[in-house]
């Protein structure tokens, strides 16, 4: 079932639409868009649809940091439905309690507010680590914590693999390649970057956090998955989060005009989020020397233009696309 929670104070405006009229339309959008998320690794590729197949270990102790947040409340869901004990940290800057809060009645569910950037002990098997605010509105409203929780939480994070043995799960993003002249992006692309920039916070602190990952490997041989992720989409997505669907979303619904820049022939991949956390899965039960970085995300591309006539479509609304320069 998919279905938006009220949003937690947050440095943008509340939406003045419906849980029921969001919710409905990330259902038809996810029937209408879902693709199986594309693992590729050093020119192999891995299909993460769902075909039966087994996928993460079970009975593990995991911890997943950003667990409350969009991405890291579905990975609790599916670790937990794996027969894993889930310990899930957040400091709730994005994440919400609202979105597990389902999972708090199950006894191999445990929550935990902790902000990364300070050391945690505890026991564990895994780690995924997914804590760090992924979208310009969110982490560009304290850049230099953004960059903190990339870094300082790498390292925290690497080191109680460390001192475990854990397996640990970086979530990067495809936004190390900065503005890319190369279309697609491959794992062997160095990037075209701005470390000055005002999305440098987050952008340099996911590559430095890649450093550090790769460095604990050689120099202290911990075993690690890395995964940059592309567009995704689905339930628990934040309204106002600055991303494209959200804003189409939040247009139609409201009967405003869709803007579209230029003509709209530009494509985006949109990657629905039960296939991403396939994903993870999947990459994470790799054998230890599958390290990544692994490209996540859906091959098909559409275009924008596409994109808001579906949203249009979709939600039955009166608004207009608008074309700016």
Known sequence: MLFFFKRTKKPSSVLP????AWGGWVVKLSRLLHMNAIQKSE?????????GSPSYQQGRRVLVTGGAGFLGSHLCERLLAEGNEVLCVDNYF????????HLLADPRFEVKRHDICFPLYVEVDDIFNLACPASPVHYQHDPVQTTKVSVVGAINMLGLAKRTGARVFQASTSEIYGDPTVHPQTEDYRGNVNTVGPRACYDEG????????????????????VARIFNTYGPRMHPNDGRVVSNFIVQALKGEDIT???DGSQTRAFCYVDDLIEG??????????????VNLGNPH??????????????????SRINHRP
């Open 280 to 293: 993870f899965s999947r990459l994470m039960n790799t054998p230890d020397e599958i390290t990544g970085p």
């Open 206 to 225: 996911k590559r430095c956090a890649e450093t550090l990952f790769f460095d604990y490997r050689r120099q202290h041989r911990t075993s690690i998955k």
């Open 301 to 318: 591309e559409i275009s924008v233009r596409e994109l808001a006539e579906h949203v249009i479509r979709l939600t039955g609304s009166r």
């Open 17 to 20: 639409c419906t849980t029921t």
């Open 43 to 51: 020119g192999q590729t891995m299909s993460a649809a769902r075909d």
């Open 94 to 101: 994005t994440g919400r309690k609202a979105n597990i809060a």
């Open 260 to 262: 579209l820049y230029g």
